[in-house]
């Protein structure tokens, strides 16, 4: 706390809320955050890696890189709540990403909101014109429906297999095999 000239209290907000850091946030290290959907794109997270830590290098940021690979709707990927707990940590001054959907298809503001109030700067390097509510709403939808379809799929997909082994052990005990 410290006192203005005419005696009024000026609190560290910061301080009060129990963020202080010793480093100012810009010599807080930066955390370089990429992530794909599926493995079939991991060609894709090795350029996404490639672009953040070239980006990070030519802005002279002391860095390091968080990758993962789940779907942008899943809230329990490894390095997602790795970046989390680090940004409330206080030890994180900045978050680089590719695009906003590479935090969450869905909730990545809840994650820009933490990173505001733990006075974290998130640079996005590929930001596209705003798009206006209807055409993000679409977006969601679709992407909401690609998710849940391709869980539907896979888990009639794992059914439909183990009712074939099934088969095939049946036939194998006919045939006597």
């Known amino acids: 706390m410290e006192r203005t000239p005419t005696g009024r209290r000026v609190y560290d907000l910061a301080k009060l809320r ?79 990403i590719t695009h906003k959907d590479r935090l969450l298809r869905l909730g990545s503001e809840l994650v820009f909101s933490l990173c505001e109030h733990f006075g974290v700067e998130v640079v996005i390097i590929n930001t596209s014109e705003e798009a206006t509510f209807e055409e993000e709403l679409v977006s969601d939808v679709l992407e909401m429906i690609t998710v849940f379809s391709a869980r539907l799929y896979g888990s009639l997909s794992h059914k439909n297999k183990q009712v074939l082994d099934a088969l095939r052990q049946a036939a194998k005990e006919v045939n006597g095999e």
């Open 18 to 96: 129990g963020l202080a850091s010793h480093q100012a946030p810009s010599s807080r290290i930066t955390l370089a955050y990429a992530r794909v959907s599926s493995h079939d794109q991991k060609e894709d997270l090795v350029r996404q890696v490639a672009l953040l830590e070239s980006f990070c290098a030519a802005n002279g940021w002391t860095f390091e890189t968080l990758q993962d690979l789940g779907s942008g709707l899943n809230y329990h990927k490894k390095g997602l709540r790795i970046l989390i707990r680090r940004i409330c940590s206080g030890e994180i001054g900045r978050v680089v």
